[in-house]
Structures are given as C-alpha cells and as structure tokens.
C-alpha cells in the first residue's frame, strides 16, 4: 500500500511540474517567430540596448558569457541574464592572435567581418611593451590612428559614382608618387619628366598628387565631405558596439586642405580599424557599407533566443556599377601596385581562386607614436567573403608589413579545411 501511495505522489508530482513548466514556457515566444524582419526587432531588443551594456566591456577586451538588459519585459526585467553568443570565427581569432605574437610589432591590430552581415569574425590587438605605462584598450575601435592613404578610397568612390574618372581615365603627373606639393596639384606642367597612369594604376600605387588634384579640383571640399560621411565617417553605424567611427577634420573651402584629405596626406584624417575593415565591404556589397555587430544571438531561459541578429544594417555608398570599378582598383592593388611584392605567388594552389584586393597606407602618428602601416582589403572565393584591416605600428625597427600578415590570414581563411560545409559541398 505504501509503495502504491509513493508511486501515486511521484506521477501527481510530476503532472503538476509538467504543467508549472508548459505555463511558464508559453510565457515565451515560439523561436519560429522571433525575428521581426520589418523593423528588425526581436522582441524589443536592438543592437542599440546591447551596445549600451557591453560596450564597456569590448573596449577593454572582455567579453561577457552572459548580460542582463534593464527596463525590458516590465519593471523587474527578466529573470536571468541572456546568455550571449558572440559572432567571432574561433579559429580565426586565435590565428590573428597567434600571427601577432610571431612578428610582435610594437603595436599590431587585425579586424575581420563578413560583408554580407556584418558579423565581426576576429578583433585581435598586441603591444610588444606592456609596460609602457598606458592602458590602450581595445586596439580595434581606437580612432586615433591617421588613416594615410586609405582615405584614397573615399577619392575613389567620390570620383567613380560622380562619373569624374573611371578606372581606365589617365591622368599625368609630375613628382614622386608619394610626395605631394602644391604646385603639382594645382599648376600642372607638361614636362620630360612627366608621367601618366591610369586611374587604377594611381589608387594601386598611391600616388598622392594624381588623389589631390582629384579631390580639390575635380570634386570639392562639398562633395569630398558628402562621401567621407557617406562612408561613415564623423558618424555612428547601427552597431551593437558604442565606438568611434573615423574622424575628417578640414575646411571645404580650402582647396589645399582638400587635396591632403583626398591623397590621406594629413593626420588630421583619423580611422579605427574596425571602421577600415568596414570601408572595404563597399567593393563587395554593391556599393553598399554595412554595421558591424558582434552578439550573433541572447539566449533567454529555457534556451529560447530572445534576439537573433538576422538583419544587417546596409548603407548605400555608390551605384554597383562604381562598386565593381572600385573592386577592380584594389584587386590591381596586388597585382601590380604596391601589395604586389607580399602577394607574389600567392595565386597558387588552393588559393587560385581567391580574389583579393586592397588598400595600403603608410604615415607616421603620434597616437601612439610610430610609422603607421596599413592593408586594408577583402578576399572572397565563392560564397565565402572577408573584409578586413590590418595595422601594424613600428618604432624604430619593422617587425612585419600589413600585407605580409594580411597574406598569412587569407592563406588561413581561404584553406580548404576552413570552407564551410555548404562550401564543400557545392
């Protein structure tokens, strides 16, 4: 009889968990219906709310397993922490991290995103003195860093959607490709010495005078200005991730100023390198930038994901006719330009497929203070794409160039042990 009445309580026992159980689940969506594409809302939460609760915490390099997002479902908000899955690649976070620790230049960054959703795959930073008594943070959303010759890509763009040159336009200069003097820019003379490249050549090979005549005499202070902030630039992206974007600081109104910012020959142009990794998915996207976010998803209880980032944040930059051209420019960028020597042979093997291109920079900074190196550029073989930036800042020895740790990664990321399933399959 006692074994009986047990068992009885046991299954009444369990009835009433199961109901307890079903009743607080239906509290809850469906996970089928969690996605708002309209509005790009999952259930009120926004890249907006996350960006104000972990942004802190990115910035110093951490990354929180869990968080909680206050003045959401009621005044008590919800009853756990979110467990927070996070949109970087493993694998190719730990090689950028492995790379920096093989060349430890004195400062070293590397930022990878998907151009398709904005996912960020890697943020890896180093700093070969540790002790050198400031606390750098996150080196990837520091905008203190002079963008140099990436600010061509914004000359680019403006020239190419604005219909004043395309790839194929040949312009004469005179000088050195990586002087800039006003005379050149603004009294140009045809001399023995003078010499004439196209307009794909001049972004390859980064030639200042060609950039600034570009910038203040064919477009303008106004028009230089309307495509950096088309860009991004002086502004805020849809981020799950509170950062500074990249900073123009000139009169558009004077013309010399303009031909600095238009060739990058100025620190006044500043740019993060998660900002410079997002510059390049214009070439991919069909003249589109887009946001970059790191929180692919927030679990809430019972393992039901109350946001799911499905809906990348796009911008349109230029027509995807002007896209294509600028894509064509940096993929001249190592074939024949000034990436060329570190992508020598690279089109080999498992890597005949991959398409590359890119930007280079070169200045010296003073936040910190060093010569600054840049690659900024993206690699795609099939469906699978990255955009990117590397920099690399050397005081007085050079440890390892952009380009060089820029081949190592995609020559990582493109393996074919890396492809994706559907990849393989295909």
């Known amino acids: 009889m006692g074994d009986i009445l047990i068992h009885l309580v046991k299954c009444f026992w369990f009835k009433i968990s199961s109901l307890i159980i079903i009743l607080l689940a239906s509290a809850?969506?469906?996970?089928?219906?969690?996605?708002?594409?309209?509005?790009?809302?999952?259930?009120?939460?926004?890249?907006?709310?996350?960006?104000?609760?972990?942004?802190?915490?990115?910035?110093?390099?951490?990354l929180p397993d869990s968080i909680s997002i206050p003045g959401?479902?009621?005044?008590?908000?919800?009853?756990?922490?979110?467990?927070?899955?996070?949109?970087?690649d493993p694998d190719?976070?730990?090689?950028?991290i492995r790379l920096l620790k093989k060349y430890n230049p004195d400062y070293g960054v590397f930022v990878a995103i998907s151009p398709d959703t904005g996912h960020i795959l890697a943020m890896a930073d180093s700093t070969r003195n540790s002790h050198d008594g400031a606390n750098h943070g996150n080196l990837s959303l520091v905008n203190t860093f002079?963008?140099?010759?990436?600010?061509?890509?914004?000359?680019?763009?403006?020239?190419?959607?604005?219909?004043?040159?395309?790839?194929?336009?040949?312009?004469?200069?005179?000088g050195k490709s990586t002087s800039l003097y006003k005379k050149n820019v603004f009294n140009h003379k045809k001399t023995k010495w003078t010499r004439n490249f196209t307009l794909d050549q001049a972004f390859a090979n980064s030639v200042n005078t060609i950039f600034g005549r570009l910038g203040a005499i064919e477009l303008g202070g106004e028009t230089m200005l309307e495509y950096a902030y088309r860009l991004g630039f002086n502004g805020r992206f849809a981020s799950?991730?509170?950062?500074?974007?990249?900073?123009?600081?000139i009169d558009q109104n004077d013309p010399w100023q303009v031909a600095e910012m238009a060739s990058g020959y100025t620190t006044n142009n500043t740019l993060s390198p998660l900002h410079a990794a997002i510059l390049a998915t214009t070439a991919l996207?069909?003249?589109?930038?887009?946001?970059?976010?790191?929180v692919a998803s927030l679990i809430g209880p019972y393992g039901i994901p109350l946001y799911v980032h499905e809906q990348p944040a796009l911008s349109v930059v230029m027509s995807d006719s002007s896209s294509k051209q600028l894509k064509k420019m940096m993929q001249t960028t190592i074939?024949?330009?000034?990436?060329?020597?570190?992508?020598?042979?690279?089109?080999?093997?498992?890597?005949?497929?991959?398409?590359v291109g890119g930007k280079t920079g070169s200045l010296t900074g003073f936040k910190p203070r060093g010569k600054y190196d840049w690659f900024v550029g993206f690699g795609e073989n099939?469906?699978?794409?990255?955009?990117?930036?590397?920099?690399?800042?050397?005081?007085?020895k050079w440890y390892v160039k952009s380009t060089r740790f820029a081949r190592e990664i995609l020559e990582f990321y493109f393996a074919p042990q890396n492809k994706s399933d559907s990849e393989k399959s295909a």
């Open 28 to 62: 809850w969506p469906a996970a089928m219906s969690l996605v708002d594409t309209e509005k790009g809302r999952n259930w009120g939460i926004t890249e907006q709310h996350i960006a104000q609760v972990i942004s802190s915490s990115v910035h110093q390099k951490v």
């Open 72 to 88: 959401l479902f009621g005044p008590s908000g919800l009853p756990a922490p979110l467990k927070v899955k996070y949109t970087l």
């Open 240 to 249: 799950d991730i509170l950062f500074e974007n990249g900073r123009i600081e």
């Open 285 to 294: 996207n069909g003249g589109k930038v887009v946001a970059p976010v790191i």
């Open 146 to 174: 002079p963008a140099a010759s990436i600010s061509k890509i914004i000359t680019a763009v403006a020239a190419l959607n604005e219909h004043k040159a395309n790839g194929s336009t040949v312009i004469p200069f005179n």
């Open 92 to 96: 190719l976070q730990l090689e950028a």
């Open 382 to 396: 099939g469906n699978q794409k990255i955009a990117f930036a590397t920099l690399c800042i050397n005081k007085e």
């Open 335 to 355: 074939t024949q330009g000034s990436a060329r020597t570190s992508f020598r042979g690279f089109h080999k093997g498992a890597m005949a497929n991959v398409n």
